[in-house]
């Protein structure tokens, strides 16, 4: 049982727009700041989104992060077949003291 | 370049110890917050524990499940970051990731291929 919460999987087709959500509590994501990584099934994790919004170097514009309150979301437009791929929200845990993630969802673009 | 490379993953029976290694090279490793993540087979990321950098007050945080019986440590001069890890359990299997924090201390900017740990017996 995560502490983070996500949909198990969503799907959209070529070109479209997905919406991934996260969400949490005021102990975690309400007072922190929330990151997305992608994970390509095989391989690590790669960094995607911190800071709520903000994208790390060679990041597409495509993807987009946001929070209110105790959710985050992470959109993706433009879809891509190779998008497919296990998204992860994660953040800090202030009650626990300790770094917390989602269970992760599967994109499939169909 | 950023790279982490683990090492010291293995076969090792229920209530044993092992040590993973973490070498990084390519960024200022000593100025670095360092986590471990690990993740089940077919499962989800899991936190596991982290490092600060030297001189920093509460050096290191652990994820509940762990606590007590995982230890991460830094040899700055080797550039290497260590996960001790006893009382192993099954629960504990899974492949463990390296990471470096980027600004926050948890969003983890670059991953090691990581290193796989199987508990049985």
């Known amino acids: 049982q995560s502490v983070l919460t996500q949909p198990p999987s969503v799907s959209a087709a070529p070109g479209q727009k997905v919406t991934i959500s996260c969400s949490g509590s005021t102990s975690n994501i309400g007072n922190n700041y929330v990151s997305w990584y992608q994970q390509v099934p095989g391989t690590a994790p790669k960094f995607l989104i911190y800071d709520n919004y903000k994208r790390p170097s060679g990041i597409p514009d495509r993807f987009s992060g946001s929070k209110s309150g105790t959710s985050a979301t992470l959109d993706i437009t433009g879809l891509q077949t190779g998008d497919e791929a296990d998204y992860y929200c994660g953040t800090w845990d202030t009650s626990l003291s300790a770094g917390v993630f989602g269970g992760g969802t599967k994109l499939i673009v169909l | 370049e950023v790279q982490l490379e683990e090492s010291g993953g293995g076969l090792v029976k229920p209530g044993g110890s092992l040590r993973l290694s973490c070498a990084g090279s390519?960024?200022?490793?000593?100025?670095?917050?360092l986590n471990w993540v690990r993740q089940a087979p077919g499962k989800g990321l899991e936190w596991v524990g982290r490092i600060k950098s030297n001189g920093q007050p509460g050096a290191t945080d652990y994820a509940p499940p762990v606590k007590g019986r995982f230890t991460i440590s830094r040899d700055d001069s080797k550039t290497t970051v260590y996960l001790h890890m006893d009382s192993l359990k099954a629960e504990d299997s899974g492949v463990y990731y390296c990471?470096?924090?980027?600004?926050?201390?948890?969003?983890?900017?670059?991953w090691g291929r990581g290193t796989l740990v199987t508990v049985s017996s």
């Open positions: 390519g960024f200022s490793f000593s100025h670095a917050w």
């Open positions: 990471t470096t924090a980027h600004l926050r201390g948890y969003d983890l900017n670059f």
